[in-house]
Structures are given as C-alpha cells and as structure tokens.
C-alpha cells in the first residue's frame, strides 16, 4: 500500500473501509446514474423515492456541457456521453455499436472495485460496425457467430462509461444524436436487455454513509463482484469500530489528494493503465474524488492551479502557455486545454462562450517559428491571439486532455511547458 501521513497504520476497521470504499461509491453512483424510467417499460417502481431503477440499457446526453451544467464538476468540453451499469447476473448482454466513421469515441468498462478493465472503441476495436458480448464469472454459454468481441467481467456489477467527439452544437451534434441512438443492448436471443434492480441507495446523498447503510451496500455489493484476484478483504468489521472508521477514512481522502508532479506546476491525479493493484489507498481516493476515471491509456489529464513562480492562477492576471516548435502535445487523437473557475470546479461564463482550447480549436494561431502560445486571461487580448478566457478576479485551474496519449506522456518524459504571467 502507498505511505500516508495519517494512514500509515490504519488500524482493521479503518483498513476495511480504505479497501471497500470503492465498491460502496460505485454502488452510490449507480443509484444517481442509471433510469427511474424505461422508453418502453415505464417506471421501475410507481413510487418517488423508490431505490428501484433500470439497468441494461444507455443513458445519453446530447450536448456538451456548458456554464449553465452544475452537477459535475470539472466536466469535459469535447465529448458527449453515454452511460449505462450492467448487471451481468442474469445472464451476458450484447452491445451493439453503429460505424463511428472516423470520430474519437470510447466505451470504457468499470468493475465494481473501479478498476478500467477494458475497452470498446477507436484506440482498441476500431470503428467499424461491431458487437461486443459481456459476459459475469462462470458463463460457459455459446458465442454467437456475429459478435466481434468477448469481454470477460471479473463481477457481475460494470459501469460504462462512453465518449464520443462532437465538434459543434449543430450539425455534427445532430449527427453524434444518431450515433448514441444506434448503441443498444440486448440478450442473446434478442430480447431487451434491460432490467430493474434495487440500488438500496439514495445516489443523491453525497454525505458520508452511516456504518449500518454502508455494511448493506457493502455486503450486497460483495455477493456479486468478490474481491479482485489476490486481495484479501477483512470484512466486516465491529458495528462500534466501523462507525468510528467511516468519517476518518472520508475525511482524510478528502484533503489528501497526492497527484503525481509532473514539474512546471503540473499534476496529474490520476494513473492507472487497467488495475489498481494493492495500491488500495490511491484507489480510495480515486474513488472518493475522482470516481469514473478511465486508464491513461485511454486518456490523461495534467492539471495546473499555479504559475511558474508557484503562485496560485488567478484572473486578476494574464499568462501564457507557449509550447515550441515541435513540442505540443503527443496524442493519437486529439487534446484540449479546458478552464475551470476553482471555487466550485465549473466552466467560465465568457463572452465568446470557449470554456477549452486545443488542436480542434477553428482559428488558431501559430508563431513564425511554428510555436503555440494560448492567452489565459479574463480580458480579450485582441486578434492574433489564442485566448481561454480566465474569470475576473478569481483563481482558476486548467486541465491539459489527452486523448489517446502517446509514449511520451505515459512514461512521464514529456516536458510541459509552465504558465507564465505577463
């Protein structure tokens, strides 16, 4: 396990919810995620405060997300997404997705402990046409002759979590609406592969659990998806001593975040390729903050709250980020550089409506010599520039997306470049 200052002997209960911490906050973010209602087969359950939903089937949205989105905090401005939690208990399901054309698009599979254990998409199975089958522990069934791919979940329980490029709000955002339309999930026999299932949870109570409610969710969550392969699981703990754990564990994670620098006052929280290990501690705290992050194969995000003096980005000022000649980022499809007001993690309201820059960006500017530099800055710096609108008189942060990075970035060699202020 990675050393801690406060955890570094953390006694069996706290130990106990350090390792199952994952699993009850992905239980929590399939009670908020998934459908009350289905297309066809109506409400899960007829009441309001039902803990029934659907499971099995997609979940869309059809815009990125802008200034006016609150409910997730340093959200993406490049992708929309497509949501769905599998329940593999029943049975394997069959994911159909349409010819993707040329388009950046990912489906990432969860396990239930967070690990990102595989992936449906452009980096790993292309984009043609193709049929992928999911299947729990123990299925010996047949593989039907048209499936492109077979996907072995090590617990009956996998979220998935989709990404697809758009490059407006318009026409290509139309075009994206047809896409998402066209994944769907069925059985074997063709039958919908939706069904309803009990989450036992309220996903909207961000608060940290009470020791008899995290004990059930645990345990349910237990019976379907074991501990990953090796680990060894304590569990449960004494009543007295689980109740004592749960707000220390919780709060700890929540101030100790430990991102890897990356020099010039980069950071990245997270790096994982496709399992956690028995870095148990990091992967709480993934889970306690990051929740939902796919492997860095797949993407990578550098963050930056400081300047190049070490002092906090604020708008009260003007920077630039200058990459040269030849060294902006190494990706095999796109990155970004998206803003972030730092009092509450949301895009910038601005008057040019731009909330993230990068290789897509229509108009941008490079210098005589071929180098790249981006104004981050609340005032409009005029033409000529490439400008991320910073907010007046505020901190901010920014995040460097890397979409299918390369070699460079995943061994940790790329040097990036500091902001400096102006």
């Known amino acids: 396990m990675s050393p801690d200052t406060h955890l570094v002997h953390p006694d069996a209960a706290e130990q106990a919810v350090i390792q199952t911490l994952p699993l009850f906050e992905m239980m929590r973010m399939r009670a908020a995620t998934t459908a009350r209602r289905h297309p066809q087969h109506g409400f899960a359950a007829p009441e309001r405060d039902s803990h029934w939903r659907w499971v099995n089937q997609f979940t869309h949205t059809h815009r990125r997300l802008g200034p006016q989105d609150k409910e997730v905090v340093s959200p993406n401005n490049d992708t929309v997404y497509s949501n769905a939690w599998l329940d593999l208990s029943e049975g394997p399901v069959l994911i159909e997705s349409p010819d993707m054309g040329d388009r950046y698009w990912t489906l990432g599979l969860l396990d239930a402990w967070t690990n990102p254990f595989a992936y449906v998409g452009r980096r790993t199975t292309g984009n043609r046409p193709q049929r992928t089958l999911v299947h729990g522990p123990g299925w010996q069934g047949t593989v039907p002759p048209e499936v492109t791919q077979v996907i072995a979940a090590p617990g009956h329980d996998v979220w998935l979590i989709g990404r697809i490029l758009v490059e407006d709000d318009g026409p290509d955002a139309q075009q994206v609406q047809r896409l998402q339309a066209a994944l769907r999930m069925q059985r074997l026999d063709g039958s919908d592969a939706a069904m309803r299932v009990d989450t036992g949870i309220d996903g909207r109570d961000i608060r940290v659990p009470d020791a008899t409610t995290y004990r059930r ?39 100790a975040g430990q991102p890897h620098d990356l020099g010039g006052g980069w950071a990245i929280p997270v790096m994982v390729r496709t399992h956690w290990g028995d870095d148990w501690l990091t992967r709480a705290r993934i889970a306690r903050n990051f929740i939902g992050a796919l492997g860095m194969d797949e993407a990578m995000y550098p963050t930056a709250e400081v300047d190049a003096d070490g002092s906090v980005l604020d708008g ?35 008057p040019i409506d731009r909330y993230s820059i990068g290789d897509r960006t229509p108009g941008l500017v490079h210098g005589p010599d071929g180098s790249l530099a981006i104004r981050l800055q609340a005032e409009d710096p005029g033409p000529g520039f490439n400008w991320l609108p910073a907010p007046a008189g505020e901190p901010f942060y920014v995040v460097l997306r890397l979409y299918q990075p390369q070699e460079a970035h995943l061994a940790l060699r790329f040097d990036y470049p500091p902001i400096r202020r102006l």
């Open 217 to 255: 969710v645990v345990d349910a969550a237990l019976a379907g998806n074991p501990p990953p392969e090796g680990e060894t699981l304590a569990w449960p703990p004494a009543c007295e001593a689980l109740a004592a754990a749960l707000p220390a564990v919780y709060e700890h994670l929540r101030t």
């Open 316 to 350: 009260a000022h003007r920077y630039e980020l200058r990459f040269a000649p030849g060294c902006g980022p190494q990706v095999g499809a796109f990155w970004s550089l998206t803003m972030y007001r730092r009092s509450d993690c949301l895009f910038v309201a601005n």
